[in-house]
């Protein structure tokens, strides 16, 4: 039972372009919501999160929006850099449950 | 943001021998710790839950007799691979959960079974 959806499982963009990844979930009860970038070999560093009552959050290039009602979020990243080739998870945990449900990531290659 | 410190990196072993993950954080205190494994190009699979001071809770599918968890401290986890087969060939991964309810990662553990 897949709660949790990155429909895009590559996404390429030239460097200084914006980078758009989306999340579309299916559990209503999920109130909070992570973005983890992940290398090969490597565990996933925590990007940006964004809690249920909110419906943006900005983290210098990093942008993540929340549309509840079509339970989707997004992450943007402007400007792209090569450093930001990675995959990217997008995660989300209900209350009192602790435990975060993945998606199945995206792999961003950023071109020259 | 919180350091979460995992060992060994990588580790080879004979098939029916017994592997130790560790898992600490370094700068806080962790009472819940949480281990994944991840197949290639594939999601992060919670395994279990790790609980300091009390039994592990486990995910559907995953034999609780084979992975052994302890949480005997509120600033390490351990994970057990016991009698490994190539099958159990993988990587694993631990989190703790930090302020926020953030959950920091380990760097991983590249597991081979000969």
Redesign the interface.
């Known amino acids: 039972d897949q709660q949790v959806k990155q429909n895009s499982p590559s996404l390429s963009v030239q460097e200084g372009r914006i980078s758009i990844l989306n999340c579309d979930y299916t559990n209503s009860m999920f109130d909070y919501f992570l973005w983890y970038k992940k290398y090969p070999a490597e565990g996933p560093t925590f990007l940006i999160s964004i809690s249920s009552i909110k419906d943006k959050n900005e983290d210098g290039r990093f942008t993540v929006f929340l549309n509840k009602s079509a339970k989707h979020l997004s992450l943007h990243i402007v400007p792209s850099q090569p450093g930001d080739s990675a995959v990217y998870f997008c995660a989300a945990s209900a209350p009192g449950w602790g435990k975060l449900q993945f998606g199945a990531g995206t792999q961003v290659v950023v071109t020259p | 943001?919180a350091v979460?410190s995992?060992h060994p990196s990588r580790v080879i072993c004979k098939s029916g021998t017994s592997v130790k993950i560790e898992c600490r954080s370094l700068d806080f205190q962790a009472t819940?710790m949480?281990w994944y494994r991840q197949f290639p190009k594939?999601?992060?699979m919670?395994m279990a839950?790790s609980n300091e001071g009390s039994k592990a809770t486990y995910e559907q599918g995953v034999e609780k007799d084979k992975f052994l968890i302890n949480h005997a401290s509120l600033t390490l986890s351990t994970l057990t691979v016991t009698s490994a087969h190539p099958e159990d060939s993988s990587?694993y991964?631990c989190?703790a959960?930090g302020d926020?309810?953030?959950?920091?990662?380990?760097?991983?553990t590249?597991l081979s079974v000969l």
């Open positions: 943001g979460v995992q819940t949480f594939q999601s992060l919670l839950t990587f991964i989190s959960t926020k309810n953030i959950q920091y990662f380990g760097a991983g590249r």
